[in-house]
Each structure stands twice: as C-alpha cells, then as structure tokens.
C-alpha cells in the first residue's frame, strides 16, 4: 500500500570527483547529466536485477530562444529507458544512456501528458504510468535574486512526502557535486 512517506538522505562528492566525471562525460562524447544518470541505472539494474530501467527526467522544455526569457512553468518529463541487458561495461552503457538521451531530447517538446493519452498504458490512480523512479541534475547556472528593498535567501526543503518511489536530485556547486 502506498503511503507517500518520505525523507531525504544527502550525499556530498567533492570537487575532485566532480572534475573526474565531467572528464569522463566528455571523453565519451556526453554530458554530466549522462554519466550520472548511465550509474544510477546501474544501481537501480544491480539492486532490482532488472536489465530493462526506465528513469524519469524532468527538463527544462525551453528549446527555443524567445522562450528563455519568459516567466512561467515549461518543465516537461521524459521517460529515459535504457537496455542493461548482456553485462555492459560502463563505457557501453554511457553510450546506450547517451544514444537514449538524445533520443529523448528530440522529443522533448511532446507533453508528457499527451504521450501517456495516446499509449494509453494499463493505469494505477496511485502510480506513474510510466516510471516510479526520477532522476534531476541542476547545472543551469544563476547567482543570487537580487530584488530592490527585499532579501531573499534560500531555504532548506523539509518535506515529509514523496511523488515517487525513489527520486535522486544532483546540483553542482562550489564544493562539488550534492545529491539529495
């Protein structure tokens, strides 16, 4: 039975492993956000013994120039799935996780919401049609809001409740990479 409990675990990696990552990614023709998404399903294959791992993805959905500047709410989801299938090395399943990425990104502009409508999958009213696990990496960069006569300061998320069953959120930042 679902109960939607949840809590936060963090996860520090230093600067050094960050550098390391992002020099993988590039030597494999991909991105950060590949690499880590490529270990995560390894990690999900390894402690599910699935081979057939379909992670959820928010994105941005501002692909064309005019839109970046507008306010409002553009995230779309993708469904990343990726074959595990035949003990891969780690090089070969970035590049399936790449080949899947890029796949998606070309799609990207498709409503999650219209893909699911058309497929029409088997539904639960408590669960995902797709996929119950979602991965995020936030590298897009901003400074501080500045706003005149107010301060504004982040604060630390304290929620109780999840929408999936696993979900890892990744940032870069000054002292490496985090993960919640």
């Given at each position: 039975?679902?109960?939607?409990?949840?809590?936060?675990?963090?996860?520090?990696?230093?600067?050094?492993?960050?550098?390391?990552?992002?020099?993988?990614?590039?030597?494999?023709?991909?991105?950060?956000?590949?690499?880590?998404?490529?270990?995560?399903?390894?990690?999900?294959?390894?402690?599910?013994?699935?081979?057939?791992?379909?992670?959820?993805?928010?994105?941005?959905?501002?692909t064309r120039k005019e839109l970046e500047?507008?306010?409002?709410?553009?995230?779309?989801?993708?469904?990343?799935?990726?074959?595990?299938?035949?003990?891969?090395?780690?090089?070969?399943?970035?590049?399936?996780?790449?080949?899947?990425?890029?796949?998606a990104y070309a799609h990207q502009d498709?409503?999650?919401?219209?893909?699911?409508?058309?497929?029409?999958?088997?539904?639960?009213?408590?669960?995902?049609?797709?996929?119950?696990?979602?991965?995020?990496?936030?590298?897009?960069?901003?400074?501080?809001?500045?706003?005149?006569?107010?301060?504004?300061?982040?604060?630390?998320?304290?929620?109780?409740?999840?929408?999936?069953?696993?979900?890892?959120?990744?940032?870069?930042?000054?002292?490496?990479?985090?993960?919640?």
């Amino acid at each position: 039975a679902r109960s939607y409990r949840g809590a936060t675990e963090t996860l520090q990696l230093s600067p050094r492993v960050l550098e390391g990552l992002t020099a993988l990614s590039r030597h494999e023709g991909g991105t950060l956000f590949m690499t880590l998404l490529a270990a995560f399903q390894a990690l999900l294959a390894r402690y599910t013994g699935l081979a057939d791992i379909i992670v959820g993805s928010p994105i941005a959905n501002r692909t064309r120039k005019e839109l970046e500047g507008l306010i409002g709410f553009f995230v779309n989801s993708l469904a990343l799935r990726t074959d595990l299938s035949g003990d891969p090395s780690f090089r070969d399943l970035l590049g399936r996780t790449r080949e899947v990425a890029l796949g998606a990104y070309a799609h990207q502009d498709v409503p999650f919401d219209k893909l699911v409508e058309e497929l029409r999958p088997l539904r639960a009213g408590d669960r995902n049609p797709y996929f119950q696990v979602m991965f995020a990496l936030q590298n897009a960069p901003h400074g501080p809001l500045e706003l005149p006569g107010l301060t504004v300061r982040s604060l630390p998320s304290r929620t109780s409740s999840s929408k999936f069953d696993l979900t890892l959120a990744t940032r870069e930042t000054p002292d490496g990479l985090r993960a919640d």
